[in-house]
């Protein structure tokens, strides 16, 4: 956006000009970190004063700068500086309420060049006055035009999506969870923590002596927890996927062993927790920035998918994304262009995967593909190469080509965009939780909610 000034001597008594912003709560914490101003009134997830409500008060300054926003792009806009500012308070605004601040000049100094305006904040949707004052400033001298885009941007870092699964799973039941071989402090630390916030009720299955000493080192204890003493990983495993078939667990979740291992007992024919799906693993990712929680599958099990794989792929995506409460889940099938090229076999895999999502062989979700990256996330980007979509450019499921591609896209999410992913693998009969080593409190907080949340629709707890 081009933005020009007004000089002093093209100002007028009575000229007026408005901003309109919308106060967030993102708006608030920035604030917070920028003036050192703590105040748990201005904070959106904070009950300032003991009363039950979150108040997130908009603190005085932050209204007074959307004032100086107006005199610093429009009237009189760049170049100009501050002398004074009064400010009178006649009402509060609140996160989430939309915003007008509107200056007038009422007087100019020509000796000085010192222009003098009242200042104005109200509330559009009750005409509110939320505050006043007047400004004195010292007007600009010369012509400025600028690109208000000049700035560069800014993007909070903060667990949005993952705060609202936490608090979308909070009144369901604690999922009785089979706990593999949580013999280290990440694994065990996890599933402690998980119980805490009453996500899961841990049965920990492994080596009881390990997981005494892990509880001890941790400074946890294990009082009224079930331990089930099998130190070999393998049987193990196996013991967890039969508390399932017991019906005594409803979920299973990786503690220290390898994948395989615990996947292992879990894919055999006769004993495991097959369900007629392949099963395939889903990152939840949680991307500073972006509107919408982000699902990439599979970038964990299937090395490289065949059609009929990436079917279950797609349809577990999709399940997975309703269970999280998105409505109609849009899935992006990815390939490295966003036309069929006969070259490129995944660009082939994904235009049959959208006709089929059409015929209705995939249920619950829009798909379409082939998309690039690019356009699969970004709308500006979609429309730039003329692509008319319900999907493109707001993709919430991304389905990657292999597993190579999955791995390398989660990973450049996490350590490039700061982003945090929770993991599950479905097509078994219950979920099966998968943390990494690398994982946080907030992300395994977040995969455990996640599996609650699908058990939960599955079994017709939660719509």
């Not at 694994?187 to 080596?207: D, F, M, N, W």
């Not at 062989?361 to 970004?378: E, T």
Request: aromatic residues 2%; negative net charge; proline residues 5%.
């Amino acid at each position: 956006m081009l933005i020009e000034n007004k000089t002093f001597d093209e100002l007028s008594i009575g000229q007026s000009a408005e901003l309109k912003r919308l106060c967030t709560q993102d708006d608030l914490i920035v604030f917070a970190n920028v003036s050192g101003n703590h105040n748990p009134m201005h904070l959106f997830d904070h009950d300032g004063d003991g009363d039950g409500q979150n108040e997130a008060v908009a603190p005085g300054l932050y209204l007074g700068s959307i004032i100086s926003a107006v005199l610093g792009n429009i009237l009189p806009g760049a170049g100009t500086l501050y002398l004074s500012q009064s400010l009178v308070f006649h009402a509060r605004a609140h996160a989430g309420e939309e915003l007008v601040a509107k200056v007038t000049v009422t007087a100019k100094d020509p000796a000085t060049r010192c222009v003098t305006l009242a200042t104005e904040l109200r509330r559009p949707g009750d005409d509110a006055l939320i505050l006043s004052g007047e400004a004195r400033v010292e007007a600009p001298r010369v012509k400025i035009h600028r690109n208000a885009a000049d700035v560069p941007g800014l993007i909070l870092q903060r667990h949005r999506h993952f705060e609202k699964i936490l608090e979308l799973a909070a009144p369901l039941p604690a999922l009785k969870t089979a706990v593999v071989c949580p013999e280290e402090p990440n694994s065990l630390g996890g599933a402690l923590l998980a119980r805490r916030h009453t996500l899961i009720e841990p049965i920990l299955v492994g080596s009881a002596a390990k997981i005494a000493a892990t509880a001890a080192e941790l400074g946890e204890s294990l009082d009224g927890i079930e331990v089930i003493d099998l130190p070999a990983h393998r049987d193990a495993a196996a013991r967890s996927v039969a508390l399932v078939n017991e019906g005594r667990a409803q979920a299973l979740m990786k503690g220290h062993l390898h994948t395989d291992e615990l996947l292992r007992p879990a894919l055999d024919k006769a004993t495991g927790l097959r369900a007629g799906r392949r099963f395939t693993h889903i990152f939840v990712m949680d991307v500073p920035g972006l509107a919408h929680p982000l699902l990439v599958t599979d970038a964990a099990i299937n090395i490289s998918p065949d059609l009929k794989t990436k079917v279950d792929i797609v349809q577990n995506g999709i399940d997975l994304a309703l269970s999280l409460g998105i409505e109609v889940p849009k899935v992006g099938v990815l390939s490295a262009v966003e036309t069929v090229n006969p070259d490129i076999p995944s660009s082939l895999d994904a235009a049959l995967l959208s006709k089929m999502a059409e015929r209705g062989q995939i249920r619950g979700g829009l798909v379409d593909g082939p998309l690039a990256m690019d356009n699969a996330v970004d709308l500006s980007a979609a429309r730039t190469k003329g692509i008319t979509s319900e999907v493109a450019g707001r993709a919430e499921v991304l389905v990657v080509p292999n597993l190579d591609a999955g791995n390398m896209l989660a990973k450049q999410l996490t350590y490039i965009s700061h982003a945090e992913g929770a993991g599950l693998v479905l097509g078994a009969r219950v979920p099966i939780i998968l943390n990494s080593r690398a994982d946080d409190d907030m992300a395994r907080l977040a995969s455990c909610a996640v599996a609650a949340l699908h058990d939960a629709r599955i079994r017709g707890l939660r719509a």
